[in-house]
Nanobody, 127 residues
């Protein structure tokens, strides 16, 4: 069973930076997609950024140019560097993982929904 543990959340003023980390364990498959999602109070969870098995990132429009997703240690560590933070970035941030889906012609893609989730870490941005 894949387990994910986030760290690095906290409180910061608008314009500041934070770096989230996620430690993964328990992989049983060879190809995984990883991602960061967030849920603000009273809102649905939304994708922030994902990275596929080939290391190609994908970002929500709201964070493009400000956030960077990266992975290390053969996908056992996932990061989210968040710069130029805004109050609307305030949310609980979740690390997620899921088995990559074979798309044909030796390519793999990320699923629409992820199977494994961390407990979340709170990010609060004050104006």
């Amino acid at each position: 069973q894949v387990q994910l543990v986030e760290s690095g959340g906290g409180s910061v003023q608008s314009g500041g930076s934070l770096r989230l980390s996620c430690a993964a364990s328990g992989y049983t498959y060879s190809r995984y997609c990883l991602g960061w999602f967030r849920q603000a109070a009273g809102k649905e969870r939304e994708k922030v950024a994902t990275i596929d098995d080939d290391g190609v990132p994908s970002y929500a429009d709201s964070v493009k140019g400000r956030f960077v997703i990266s992975q290390a240690n053969a996908k056992y560590t996932l990061y989210l560097q968040m710069d130029s933070l805004k109050p609307e970035d305030t949310a609980t941030y979740y690390c997620a993982a899921s088995e990559a889906i074979y798309s044909g012609r030796y390519t793999y893609s990320c699923p629409d929904s992820f199977n494994y989730w961390g407990q979340g870490t709170q990010v609060t941005v004050s104006s």
